[in-house]
């Protein structure tokens, strides 16, 4: 796995601070893998707090939100615990 370090895939860049906050999620099992996707910018607003959404359900896991201040970026998760997934996100970032 060239481009794999603690379940998450290392080809594409990831928002600044969210790198840890995704292998808490690798390190608890909630879940397998992480690949990052592609981070969009819109010119307004600046800084803004760390937030995760849980976007909805894939075929092998779920598609998350990343988001600082005006910075999005998806991440595609491999995961057989949704629901408990969900709920951690909900409870630690509240969406």
């Given amino acids: 796995m060239k481009y794999r370090k603690k379940g998450i895939k290392r080809e594409h860049h990831i928002i600044k ?3 840890e906050l ?4 690798v390190k608890l099992g909630l879940v397998k893998s ?3 996707g592609r981070i969009t910018t819109t010119p307004k ?3 803004g ?3 995760i959404t849980y976007q909805y359900d894939t075929e092998a896991g779920a598609k998350l ?3 600082k201040g005006s910075t999005v970026q998806e991440a595609f998760v491999i995961t ?3 629901e408990e997934l969900k ?3 909900k409870e630690k970032y509240g969406k």
């Fill in 17 to 19: 601070g969210f790198e």
């Fill in 22 to 25: 995704l292998e808490e999620l």
């Fill in 34 to 36: 992480v690949i990052p």
């Fill in 45 to 47: 607003g600046v800084g």
């Fill in 49 to 51: 707090k760390y937030r």
């Fill in 65 to 67: 939100l990343l988001k």
């Fill in 80 to 82: 057989d615990r949704r």
């Fill in 87 to 89: 709920k951690f996100i």
